[in-house]
T-cell receptor, first 115, second 112 residues
Framework: DGGITQSPKYLFRKEGQNVTLSCEQN?????MYWYRQDPGQGLRLIYY???????QKGDIAEGYSVSREKKESFPLTVTSAQKNPTAFYLC??????????????FGPGTRLTVT | GEDVEQSLFLSVREGDSSVINCTYT??????LYWYKQEPGAGLQLLTY?????DMKQDQRLTVLLNKKDKHLSLRIADTQTGDSAIYFC????????????FGTGTLLAVQP
């Protein structure tokens, strides 16, 4: 059963602590993405990776870090430098094959609350 | 810069058709997409349309694209209460980077 998994579904942290959100896919996709969603807003791109061991900053990368050591995995670390980390975080993946529509498939999301 | 705009809210009665509208700015977008998000869940891809097409139909869903006006719409026929959700349109930018720009979403409320 192919898809994208994110864990945990809910995460609570104290201010000042780093936290890592997990994202795994078994769709054999080369590209993976992290988005942040705030109430009443669309999705904003944090980081993306088109191939293993390479990633690029998105529109709101400050206070976040990522790694891409394996094709299947793209963990996101929310650092203490992120000023307003409470949000819903979504991971996605897509094929990079030519001739495809490059549609992105999403995981179920992780809701992070920092107090 | 790139911007995708949608109206915030749409209310329809069960059995009626729903039309959700979207305007985008990047004329070089290759694909445009519609996603559905139910409360507390991730985004589900509903359909997409290639930029050289005017229309695409998929069961109850019809996508219309007016490239001249940069206007995209999603029509849901025979709307059901299970269609109640937030609908996002998105445009592809950047070619091989596969980056998408999302609208702010339209909340569709279906009244029984």
């Amino acid at each position: 059963d192919g898809g994208i998994t994110q864990s945990p579904k809910y995460l609570f942290r104290k201010e000042g602590q780093n936290v890592t959100l997990s994202c795994e896919q078994n769709l054999n996709h080369d590209a993976m993405y992290w988005y942040r969603q705030d109430p009443g807003q669309g999705l904003r791109l944090i980081y993306y990776s088109q191939i293993v061991n390479d990633f690029q900053k998105g529109d709101i990368a400050e206070g976040y870090s990522v790694s891409r050591e394996k094709k299947e995995s793209f963990p996101l670390t929310v650092t203490s430098a992120q000023k307003n980390p409470t949000a819903f975080y979504l991971c996605a993946s897509s094929s990079t094959d030519r001739g495809r529509a490059y549609e992105q498939y999403f995981g179920p999301g992780t809701r992070l609350t920092v107090t | 810069g790139e911007d995708v705009e949608q109206s915030l809210f749409l209310s329809v009665r069960e059995g009626d058709s729903s039309v959700i509208n979207c305007t985008y700015t990047d004329s070089s977008s290759t694909y445009l997409y519609w996603y559905k998000q139910e409360p507390g869940a991730g985004l589900q891809l509903l359909t997409y349309i290639f930029s050289n097409m005017d229309m695409k139909q998929d069961q109850r869903l019809t996508v219309l694209l007016n490239k001249k006006d940069k206007h995209l719409s999603l029509r849901i026929a025979d709307t059901q209460t299970g269609d109640s959700a937030i609908y996002f349109c998105a445009e592809s930018i950047g070619g091989a980077t596969n980056k998408l720009i999302f609208g702010t979403g339209t909340l569709l409320a279906v009244q029984p």
